[in-house]
């Protein structure tokens, strides 16, 4: 018997210390799943936010070309970051669009 546990031969207290190491389970293979998750949403934004600077470094030598006195920084500071646009169909049900209207 592990160190710091106590025996007990009740058959409920010991149903309701399995339940509760299957929740404790359940808790961190969920917990688990989320951590292997999140490794790859930041893979795949990396992957976009590469494409989208990529697109953007070949604007910039285009504008370069065009006017060599563009400054790219003041430019850069001047722009706002904003929330990319949905994509996909829209949701049709009248408290989806209400939620939508909230963003």
């Known amino acids: 018997m592990a160190k710091g546990t106590k ?4 058959i ?6 399995i339940q509760a190491l299957r929740e404790k389970q359940l808790q961190l293979r969920q917990q688990l799943r989320r951590l292997k998750n999140s490794g ?3 893979t ?3 992957a976009r ?3 989208q600077i990529g697109y953007s470094k070949w604007t910039i030598e285009q504008i370069k070309a065009l006017d060599n006195d563009w400054d790219e ?3 850069a500071n001047r722009v706002a970051p904003r929330k990319p646009a949905r994509r ?3 949701p049709r049900t009248p408290l ?3 939620a939508l209207d909230e963003d």
Do not use: H, P, V
Request: glycine letters at 4%; zero cysteines.
């Open 7 to 10: 025996k007990s031969n009740d």
């Open 12 to 17: 409920t207290t010991i149903e309701a210390e």
């Open 40 to 42: 790859q949403e930041i």
């Open 44 to 46: 795949k934004l990396e």
């Open 49 to 51: 936010l590469e494409k």
């Open 73 to 75: 920084i003041a430019f």
């Open 88 to 90: 996909g169909r829209l």
């Open 96 to 98: 989806a669009l209400a």
